[in-house]
């Protein structure tokens, strides 16, 4: 293993001599563990903080989403590259708003099936099922071919890809791994607890300890950051727990990075009420088009996608800080861009050409003008549309710049990369997919220039 490369959507990965496991904290806005270990929480992380680990300012990928972001730590690419730029988007080749949970989206090959190709022992556990096709792509079934045609191919060899959410129904076929729960010794965890991230870091330990692996990922869900801000009771015994798992995983020899899919905002008023923005009611105002039409997607040719949305809307209401607008032909799109510039709540407003450019976007998946609100407020379609009731928090949400800092932790003394040339957001030195080429090549040229000037 020590020497085994490959390369994978133009970046080469070399393997140290120890296994690698990158955790992805779902919404992991940095004051989560900075207030943690302020509480004396983390010890693991304030030791390894305080000794031989990194710590760099991060990036996270635009939109600031779970899906676009997991997939970019998969492929080490933007979605640009890896064409996954939602949970949820309208398919214009054929004309219907879908989930971006089918692998069919997906435009490359990821790190899991080219390292599982090149002989590595790769594990992956998500905690929601609706990243396990994606994740999978490649490693436990159909995927991108690594030749980047672009066509499906099975995987040469089997690895493993199963979700917490589903942890009794992984099958060695389906998964490549069976007997989860005996092996976790936890039962099925609720898909809206804080369970279904232990579940996944625990069956994450179990594995090295028992079968061991050379690559693993790891990615929780932002159930707890949706609700509880950083320092709070909840929020301090939750990053407890990742730092038990993340101390127990290091014991066992792992190079282990900790990066987040993105940050997390609240989005209130001082009275704790939702501070919405309602992007399809504000377009329909300034571009006169019929307010009775709204509802109806796309009938008048407007259409508004909200990216965040996805199955388990309980967390957030639909309400996110990314919006992608469809306009009607003829319709005047720099007005619009310089009235919705000046709203209040508006980050930024941008033609489809100029934001796929600055943001690295899939220019074809997304509407002919993206908006992004400010961290503190969120973007709706129209009062009407989104169910409220299920939410028991004030609203705490994230897919844009109030979101785009995320943490990045590696317990490994690396030199610090060289800023990473955006315009937008405070300084960074990587972005969250860089997370498994830091762990992996930059760990292993470290290693070989200290032992060159030894
Ligand atoms: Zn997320
Ligand atoms: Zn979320």
């Known amino acids: 293993m020590r020497s085994t490369s490959f390369t994978v959507n133009n970046r080469t990965y070399t393997m140290p001599d120890a296994p690698v496991v990158v955790i992805c904290i779902d919404g992991s806005e940095p004051d989560y563990h900075a207030e943690a270990m302020k509480a004396g929480r983390m010890p693991w992380l304030s030791s390894v903080l305080a000794g031989e680990g990194s710590s760099w300012p991060a990036h996270c990928a635009m939109p600031a989403l779970t899906n676009p972001n997991n997939l970019s730590i998969a492929t080490g690419q933007p979605s640009a590259v890896h064409g996954v730029c939602g949970n949820y988007f309208f398919d214009a080749e054929r004309g219907e708003e879908v989930l971006m949970n089918d692998k069919r989206f997906l435009r490359a090959p990821t790190i899991f099936a080219a390292a599982d190709d090149a002989g590595l022992d790769v594990v992956v556990v998500t905690a929601k099922d609706k ?116 101390a127990q995983l290091d014991e066992l020899g792992a190079i282990v990075a900790l990066t987040a899919d993105h940050g997390m905002s609240a989005k209130t008023d001082d009275n704790g009420k939702a501070k919405v923005l309602y992007v399809e009611d504000e377009v329909r105002s300034i571009l006169g088009l019929d307010p009775a039409a709204r509802g109806d997607e796309g009938a008048d040719g407007l259409r508004v996608i909200l990216p965040i949305t996805d ?11 990314f919006a992608s607008v469809y306009l009607p032909a003829g319709a005047d799109r720099d007005l619009l861009i310089e009235r919705l510039r000046t709203l209040d709540g508006i980050e930024a407003a941008h033609s489809r050409e100029h934001a796929a450019r600055i943001y690295s976007l899939p220019a074809d998946r997304i509407g002919d003008v993206v908006v992004l609100a400010e961290a503190g407020t969120a973007l709706g ?63 292993v040229q470290q290693q070989s220039g200290a032992a060159s000037v030894v």
């Not at 099975?154 to 493993?160: I, K, L």
């Not at 199955?311 to 800080?321: D, N, Q, R, T, V």
């Open 131 to 246: 990243l396990r096709h994606l994740l999978g792509a490649g490693l436990v079934e159909d995927g991108p071919s690594l030749d980047g045609s672009g066509e499906f191919v099975a995987p040469t060899r089997t690895g493993v890809c199963f979700s917490a959410e589903k942890a009794d129904m992984a099958t060695s076929a389906r998964n490549g791994i069976d007997n989860v729960l005996q092996l976790v010794g936890k039962p099925v965890p609720d898909v809206y607890s804080a369970d279904l991230s232990e579940f996944t870091l625990a069956a994450g330990v179990a594995i090295l300890k028992s079968r061991g692996a050379d690559l693993m990922y790891l990615s929780l869900t932002d159930y707890i950051q949706h609700k509880h801000p950083p320092g709070t009771a909840a929020a301090n015994a939750f990053y407890e727990m990742i730092d038990s798992y993340a």
């Open 311 to 321: 199955p388990y809307i309980a967390h957030h209401g639909a309400l996110g800080s």
């Open 381 to 443: 379609r129209f009062p009407a549309w989104h169910d409220l009731t299920d939410l028991d928090a004030p609203l705490r949400s994230h897919g844009a710049l109030g979101e785009l800092q995320v943490p990045f932790i590696v317990n490994r003394c690396l030199p610090r990369p060289d800023l990473v040339d955006e315009t937008y957001g405070l300084p960074a030195c990587v972005h969250n997919y860089d997370a498994f080429w830091v762990a992996t090549t930059l760990v």
